[in-house]
C-alpha cells in the first residue's frame, strides 16, 4: 500500500512538473509571438524611407532631422550630465559626456555647416577642450572655472548665431539617477 501511494504521489508530482513546464513553454511561446507583432495591421515592415525614390530620400532624412535643433538637443543633455558627473567627481562620466557632446556638435555641424565657423572660433577649439582637459586632470576646482568659461562661449555662441534669446545656464536638474561609488 505505501510502495502504491508512492508511486502515485510521484506521477502526481511528474504531472506537475509537466503542467508547469508546458504553462513555461506556452509563455515563452506567447513572449516570442509579441514581440513580431504589428501594432498597426496592414503597415509596411520596410518603413516610410523605403517606399520613397531613391533620389527624395537625402531630403527626407534632412527633414527628419531638422535644422540644427536636434542637435541642441542632445548637446544640452550632454552638458548637462557632463556638469553632474564632474561636480560629483565621476570623472569617467564626465569624460564620456564631452566627448558625446563633442561628437554631437561634429556630427551636427557635418549636417548644417554654416555653424561651423562661430562653432569652432567660440567653442570648439577653446573652452570645450580646456573642459575636457580639466576632467582628464580630475580637477575639480579647474573643472569648475572652465564649464563656466563652456557656459558664456555658448550662450556667445547662440547670440553670434541671431540667437541671443538663448542663455545657458548652470543646470540644477539632475535628468538620470548616475551615481559616482
Known sequence: MIRFELRVRSLLAIAGAAALLGLGVGAGWEA???QSHVHMPGMDMGGWLVRLAPDKRTAAIERQLRGFETTMAEVAYRYTEMYW????GN?????????ELDNAITLGLE???QYRKNAEALLLKGPL??????IRAKDAALFKERIE?????CTSCHAAEAHPFIKIGVPTVRRNPVVND
Request: aromatic share 6%; charged share 25%; glycine share 10%.
Open 91 to 99: 570623472w569617467g562620466y564626465a569624460e564620456h559626456m564631452a566627448h
Open 129 to 134: 577642450p580646456q573642459v575636457m582637459d580639466a
Open 149 to 153: 568659461t563652456l557656459r558664456a562661449a
Open 32 to 34: 516570442a509571438r509579441a
Open 111 to 113: 549636417r548644417r555647416p
Open 85 to 88: 558627473g564632474g561636480v560629483d
